[in-house]
């Protein structure tokens, strides 16, 4: 049975260049430390899910660079490369082995290994696995590499209520699809209160 292969796709906790969206409504030394909490919860949580591990980084200077690694908990990074999110996911899946492929972001404060793990058990008896977010897309999402297999990223609607949506309108008719729990990704300010609420 093939290892199953997980891609982050991640930026570095940096003013700027992380969370911009957050820091409109945080300020940008906040939305950097929420930055640096969810990097950190989502590689942890990599790094204890005994899956095979790329971290896909932009900018993609840092796959070469020794402060790219350690920012980075020392995992094996590679280049997200040009083009948008559509491309960047495809070129990951291309570049990853036969078998059992998860993607992932760093948004997500409650993923966890327990998480991962289930997310690979869920996949091993489906065709493709989906962690649905509150805002209508997802916080992972996973599929079996073939020979034949395509990535069913392109003409999805990103950053809004359909990408999931979009995703699995993308798969074979047949498929037969398995959900994660429903979390929250920490996109806006809106929501990091109600993250925050939530752990009272």
């Known amino acids: 049975m093939r290892p199953a292969t997980l891609l982050v796709f991640a ?13 409109r409504g945080v300020g940008q ?15 942890r949580a990599a790094q204890a899910s005994g899956c095979r591990v790329n971290v896909y980084v932009s900018p993609d200077r840092l796959a070469g660079q020794r ?6 908990k020392g995992l094996h ?13 495809g070129r990951g899946f ?18 966890s290994p327990a998480r991962l793990k289930q997310a690979v058990r869920t996949l091993r008896r489906s065709d493709a696995v989906f962690g649905p977010a509150l805002d209508g897309g997802f916080w ?23 990408a999931m949506e979009d995703v ?10 398995g959900l994660l729990d429903q979390l929250i990704d920490i996109d806006e300010v809106a ?9 009272r």
């Open 168 to 177: 699995w309108s993308r798969l074979p008719a047949c498929s037969r699809i």
């Open 77 to 89: 990074l590679k280049p997200q490369g040009a083009g948008d999110l559509t491309q960047r996911l």
């Open 94 to 111: 291309r570049e990853a082995p036969p078998g059992p492929v998860m993607f992932i972001g760093t948004d997500t404060p409650d993923i």
């Open 29 to 43: 030394t906040a939305a950097r430390r929420i930055a640096d909490f969810t990097l950190a919860r989502t590689l």
């Open 140 to 162: 992972l999402f996973g599929l079996h590499k073939g020979p034949q297999t395509k990535a069913p990223f392109s003409g999805v609607r990103w950053s809004g209520p359909h």
């Open 191 to 199: 929501d990091w209160k109600q993250w925050t609420r939530s752990k």
């Open 67 to 72: 402060g790219g690694r350690r920012a980075f």
């Open 11 to 23: 930026k570095p906790p940096r003013i700027g260049l992380s969370k911009t969206r957050l820091a």
